[in-house]
C-alpha cells in the first residue's frame, strides 16, 4: 500500500452458511476520493460496506486503513469489539435508517459519540455537536428531539452524529432510501458539501444522478462482485459490460414510466 491510499479492500469475501454475498472485491480509495458503490439489490453493496468497519465482519480478504489491518491481530485472529472501537472510530457510517435515541435532544445525540469513542469532555462534545449540527444545517434544531423533525432532518443528525467523531472515512448505505422523496434533496445537498470538503468516502446510492455528480469513481456490483469500474462519467455514459448496460436501461425505462 503506498501513501495516497487512504483504504484498500482485497479479496474481500462474505459468506452466510451456503450463501455467498461477496465474491473477491477488491478496491482502493485514495485520500479525499469519492466512490459511489452501484448495482441491483442483493448484489452486496450494502454488505461491503459493513464488512470495511466490521459491522459485519467478512470471511475471507483484508480490509488496509492508512496501511494498517482493520478487524485482525496480526496473528490474523479477529479482533473483540474493545479492540476494534478505535478502529471504528476512524470511520463514520450513515444508514438507511436513522438510529437516534428518541428520549434524547438532537444536541445529547450527537454529544454522545464523541464521548463515547473519542472520551471527550461533556462542554466539548456539546461544542463538537452544535459544531457539526451547524454544518448541516440544523443549527436552530439543537434542543428539538427526534421525533419533531423530518426524516430528512433526522437523516442530517445522523450525519453530524458520524461527522461528530472526527473520521477519517465515511460510508453511506443509501442514505436517502428511508425518505419521502421531497425530503431527498436536503440531504444529498449536505453529502456534497461534505465531498466539496475533500473528505474520503464510499456511497451506496440508487441516485444515480446524483453518484454522476458526486462520485469520483463507481464500482459496479453484482452478484457479490464488481462487475465494472471506472470514472464516474465514463461508466455511466459509455458502459462496456452487458449486465450495466442491462442495469443502465431499466433505471431509464422506470424512470420514463415514473414521469
Known amino acids: 500500500m503506498t501513501a495516497e491510499f487512504l483504504l484498500e479492500v482485497t479479496d474481500l469475501g462474505k ?3 451456503h450463501h455467498t454475498v461477496l465474491k ?3 478496491f482502493a480509495l485514495r485520500r479525499g476520493e469519492r466512490i459511489a458503490l452501484i448495482g441491483p439489490s442483493g448484489s452486496g453493496k450494502s454488505t461491503c460496506l459493513r464488512a470495511i468497519n466490521y459491522l459485519d465482519p467478512p470471511t475471507a480478504g483484508d480490509i488496509l486503513l492508512e496501511g494498517r489491518r482493520i478487524g485482525r491481530r496480526k496473528n490474523g485472529r479477529r479482533m473483540s469489539d474493545l479492540e476494534l472501537a478505535p478502529q471504528r472510530a476512524e470511520i463514520g457510517m450513515v444508514f ?3 438510529h437516534l435515541w428518541p ?3 438532537v444536541r445529547a445525540n450527537v454529544a454522545l459519540q464523541p464521548q463515547k ?7 466539548e462534545a456539546s461544542r463538537l455537536a452544535e459544531e457539526m449540527l451547524a454544518k448541516v444545517h440544523l443549527a436552530p434544531k439543537v434542543d428539538e428531539v427526534p421525533q419533531r423533525l423530518s426524516g430528512g432532518q433526522q437523516q442530517r443528525v ?4 458520524a461527522l461528530a467523531q472526527k473520521p477519517k472515512l465515511l460510508l453511506f448505505d443509501e442514505p436517502t432510501s428511508a425518505l419521502d422523496p421531497e425530503l431527498v434533496g436536503e440531504v444529498l445537498t449536505v453529502i456534497k458539501e461534505l465531498a466539496g470538503e475533500g473528505r474520503a468516502m464510499v456511497l451506496v446510492t440508487h441516485e444515480i444522478a446524483f453518484a454522476r455528480e458526486v462520485a469520483d469513481r463507481i464500482l459496479f456490483m453484482d452478484d457479490g462482485r464488481i462487475v465494472e ?7 455511466l455514459d459509455h458502459p462496456q ?3 450495466l448496460k442491462q442495469f443502465l436501461a431499466s433505471l431509464s425505462q422506470r424512470g420514463q414510466r415514473d414521469g
Open 15 to 17: 459468506s452466510y452458511g
Open 96 to 98: 438507511q435508517h436513522f
Open 158 to 161: 445522523a450525519i453530524a452524529r
Open 103 to 105: 428520549h434524547l435532544s
Open 24 to 26: 473477491n472485491v477488491s
Open 229 to 235: 469500474q471506472g470514472p464516474a462519467k465514463d461508466l
Open 117 to 123: 469513542v473519542r472520551g471527550v469532555s461533556r462542554v
Open 241 to 243: 459490460s452487458p449486465r
